[in-house]
Nanobody
Framework: VQLQASGGGLVQLGGSLRLSCALSGGALSSYAMGWFRQAPGKEREFVAANSWSGTMTNYADSVKGRFAISRDNAKNTVYLQMNSLKPEDTAVYYC??????????????????WGQGTQVTVSS
């Protein structure tokens, strides 16, 4: 299984971006999917996750109400819609595929496959 994240870029305070993560070498419907991020000088942190069908979701408190995770299993792609972006959202964003299709938590050890990351920069 390989994951390819895309959609990052430079955006102004209050702007929006949509990240995509394409899965190849398997079926997206077999995996829960998560988004994580790592800011400079900080540890990687959980952002959002959804279950194999997309019906169960989980968000970090810092992004609730601003970010939305979704998926299209037919396209083998998961998305992260990010609205009302803040400078503190600046980070490299990673997508990850989980080992259990219903897992929506933030424990990195429960995710077996990781994408290469895409940079998101929010300017003030």
């Amino acid at each position: 299984v390989q994951l390819q994240a895309s959609g990052g870029g430079l955006v102004q305070l209050g702007g929006s971006l949509r990240l995509s993560c394409a899965l190849s070498g398997g079926a997206l419907s077999s995996y829960a999917m998560g988004w994580f991020r790592q800011a400079p000088g900080k540890e990687r942190e959980f952002v959002a996750a959804n279950s194999w069908s997309g019906t169960m979701t989980n968000y970090a408190d810092s992004v609730k109400g601003r970010f939305a995770i979704s998926r299209d299993n037919a396209k083998n792609t998961v998305y992260l819609q990010m609205n009302s972006l803040k400078p503190e959202d600046t980070a490299v964003y990673y997508c990850a595929a989980g080992g259990h299709p219903y897992y929506t938590g933030g424990a990195e050890t429960n995710y077996n496959y990781w994408g290469q990351g895409t940079q998101v920069t929010v300017s003030s």
